[in-house]
């Protein structure tokens, strides 16, 4: 079972960096909810701590395209 609290904390974590190094893109942006879903895979697959499932976040928001999203 997921632990809410840090998958939360991940994605909120991966979120803010992201948007810091993009500040094009808005708070409720598509990538936010795709982000989400993408953690709780990833988590579901093998369990992390909040900052590996985090910088995971990251990486998966940098490699969607933008023109996509």
Do not use: Q
């Not at 803010?16 to 500040?23: G, I, K, M, Q």
């Not at 910088?55 to 969607?64: E, K, M, N, P, V």
């Amino acid at each position: 079972m997921v632990d809410e609290a840090v998958l939360k904390n991940a994605t909120e974590t991966a979120w803010t960096v992201y948007r810091s190094r993009h500040p094009d893109v808005e708070a409720h942006d598509t990538r936010r909810c795709l982000l989400e879903r993408h953690l709780h895979r990833r988590w579901e697959e093998r369990e992390s701590d909040t900052e590996e499932l985090a910088s995971f976040g990251i990486a998966y928001l940098h490699r969607l395209p933008r023109d996509e999203c």
